[in-house]
């Protein structure tokens, strides 16, 4: 099958309607609708800020997507990439594969990350001091040791064991999405 608007909008539609079970004309919709997404694509496309940022209009006021439907939308997208790992899944063929059992059974086992609570390492409001150049020649070299923090109140203390497992998890989740865990990989 080859990709067209009109199937990246039925596929839209399924993922919406019949995986995440938004009926149409529900907050999810219409943000997602004023926001110009109209196909599967444009939907796995979305970054973080486009997420936070859907709003629709309602009597004709402009009203924020509430977290929960934002975090319903982060978790689709999540839940439609992790089947693109799978060299045989080809989500123009196989997309009613993906049904509301499964996503629901996905939401359930994704591995707790610290975004979805409060931080419980948040910086101290404490602020170093400026950092003091040496006299004589500053080169590129001394900038950068002159700026690195120096302070240990501005690192968060690692005691609890969940702390210690939550900042990890944090941690491998920033790396892969930047696309550079393959240096935390010890094989």
């Known amino acids: 099958m080859k990709y067209s608007a009109a ?19 529900s ?9 110009g997404v109209d196909s599967v694509s444009s939907l796995l ?9 859907l709003a629709y209009t309602s009597e004709g006021k ?3 997507l509430h977290k929960g439907a934002k975090g319903l939308i982060r978790l689709l997208i999540a839940y439609v990439r992790s089947f693109q ?3 045989e899944f080809n989500l123009l063929v196989d997309y009613r594969k993906l049904d509301r059992d499964s996503f629901e059974s996905f939401r359930l086992n994704i591995p707790i990350t610290p ?4 931080s419980p390492m948040s910086p101290l409001p404490f602020k170093s ?3 003091v150049m040496p006299s004589g020649q500053s080169n590129a070299v001394d900038l950068f040791r002159c ?3 120096r302070d240990p109140s501005q690192f968060p203390t690692l005691k609890d064991e969940k702390i210690n497992n939550s900042w990890h998890y944090s941690f491998l989740a920033q790396a892969c999405a930047q696309d550079v865990d393959d240096v935390l990989d010890a094989t």
């Open 7 to 25: 199937v990246g909008a039925t596929i839209l539609t399924y993922l919406l309607e019949d995986v995440a079970g938004q009926p149409q004309g």
């Open 27 to 35: 907050p999810v919709h219409l943000a997602l609708s004023e926001e």
């Open 45 to 53: 496309t979305l970054t973080e800020q486009d997420i936070n940022t």
């Open 62 to 64: 402009a009203v924020k």
């Open 85 to 87: 790992d799978d060299q």
């Open 115 to 118: 975004s979805a609570f409060p």
């Open 129 to 131: 001091p400026a950092p």
């Open 147 to 149: 700026s690195i923090k």
